[in-house]
């Protein structure tokens, strides 16, 4: 029973790493992805009704990469990218607040900056309020975050950038591909980042952090791990049987 219940606890685990690569696969496309990867360890000494030995592999949960990605220049006048600690904040139109290094906006009905899945850019002063004489073509946005827009006598500041850094980011929940929450008991890890922490690059977005064809390989690989997992229990199952037919049940 003890060999069955490591060979399980392994295959269970491999089930779990290819369900976290086909997320990273999934999300190596968006902008500003966080990839992340399944941590295990392989354990001695608990014992249960199960697994006599002790032993086996823990399934120590996913572990997100906060590590930046490539920058990529696009053209596109609400494309940033962040460069350095902090993220993006955004507030849907519930009043949820979320953390984001997605860097794409678009502009609302009502011209404000917002995501993609129209949640609003937070301004650390002014706001982002452009109107229908305002042509973006003429946004520009400083390294500290302060946008502008049109150009001589007609340029005006519409304001600057909040960018938030967390004091923990393994308190960080993600709740999809772009964006991640601290829960109510934990705002106190957000903090305004200060200036020097980061700086904003224009018309750029940052790229994901994880490369396709790693992951490919890595799910090659544990794919592979998962099938010789298979081929023992099935062997295990073969001498079992051939101990019944020899020595009877």
Known sequence: MSVIY???SSMDLEMKRQESISRN?????????????VISTDFDGYVDSYNKSGQGTLDGGNVVSFSEGSLKHTGRPLDFAI???GFFEV??????????RNGR??????????TVDGFKLEAKVGDFQLNERDSLNSLTVRDDGYLTIGT???QKELGQIKIVKIENLEQLTRLSSSYFQLQPNLQNLASE????????????????????????????????????????????????????QTFGS
């Open 25 to 37: 696969l999934a999300g190596s496309q968006i902008p500003g992805f966080k990839g992340e990867t």
């Open 105 to 114: 906006f678009v502009l609302s009905p009502s011209g404000e900056v917002q």
């Open 83 to 85: 460069s350095g600690d």
């Open 6 to 8: 490591k060979v399980l």
């Open 193 to 244: 980042a200060e200036r020097g922490e980061y700086s904003i690059s224009g018309k750029t977005i940052e790229g994901a952090n994880v490369s396709p064809v790693k992951e490919m390989i890595t799910m090659i690989d544990s794919m592979r791990k998962y099938e010789l997992s298979q081929r023992l229990m099935k062997m295990r199952e073969g001498i079992r049987n051939k101990e019944y």
């Open 152 to 154: 001589g006598d007609d």
């Open 91 to 100: 507030t849907t139109p519930e009043g949820n607040t979320f953390y984001t």
